[in-house]
């Protein structure tokens, strides 16, 4: 170790010496009042990402799903995808096979209303990490009751050991000039179907 960490260390060792044994630490900021309307929100900071947010019932998501890809001509679904959408499966497509597709179908594990972010956690239906960053065009579905207000509650609902993609908005960069340029990491248009479960 070096000797100014080694000198931090000790000043910070010293100065814990006398201090109670027992300290409690305020966690106030971890939960706040959720918002009244989760989805409005939601929808707003998405919409506020140059996201496309469509809302719809279950009885109208496959419909959605079709008009959200447009003119999308090869679009890929993982095998699990709990709705019937017209598309090859990814069966490990390489990254060249992936970007040679117009549009990804995914579902989400949690979205959070505060920041207009989606979380995948790559479990049934959202498929594997390289599908949803290579494609040009993303469509995820996200059930209303997936949304919560913060990021607090987003982690309380993941798991840790899961791999996890988290996406607000389209893949975006600015230059020094703030000359926005997008579909840099990831794809250039994101719609997201929040479903109503009636």
Not at 143 to 164: C, F, N, S, Y
Request: glycine residues 8%.
């Amino acid at each position: 170790m070096s000797g100014a960490r080694e000198e931090i260390l000790a000043s910070i060792r010293t100065a814990l010496r006398d201090a109670p044994p027992e300290v409690e630490v305020p966690r106030g900021y971890r939960s706040s009042p959720p918002p009244a309307d989760l989805v409005a929100l939601f929808d707003e900071r998405v919409t506020d990402y140059r996201a496309t947010v469509t809302r719809c019932a279950l009885v109208d998501v496959v419909e959605a799903i079709r008009s959200a890809l447009g003119d999308a001509a090869r679009v890929v679904v993982s095998g699990d995808l709990p709705y019937p959408v017209d598309g090859a499966l990814d069966d490990d497509l390489s990254a060249s096979e992936l970007d040679a597709v117009d549009a990804v179908v995914t579902t989400a594990a949690v979205g959070i209303a505060v920041t207009g972010t989606i979380v995948l956690d790559h479990g049934p239906g959202q498929g594997r990490r390289a599908l949803s960053l290579v494609p040009d065009r993303h469509v995820c579905v996200i059930r209303d009751d997936q949304i919560v207000a913060g990021v607090p509650d987003a982690i309380a609902r993941l798991d840790p050991a899961r791999p996890q993609t988290w996406i607000s908005g389209p893949s975006a960069t600015s230059d020094i000039e703030l000359d926005r340029v997008e579909g840099v990491h990831g794809p250039r248009q994101l719609h997201v179907v929040v479903v109503r479960e009636d």
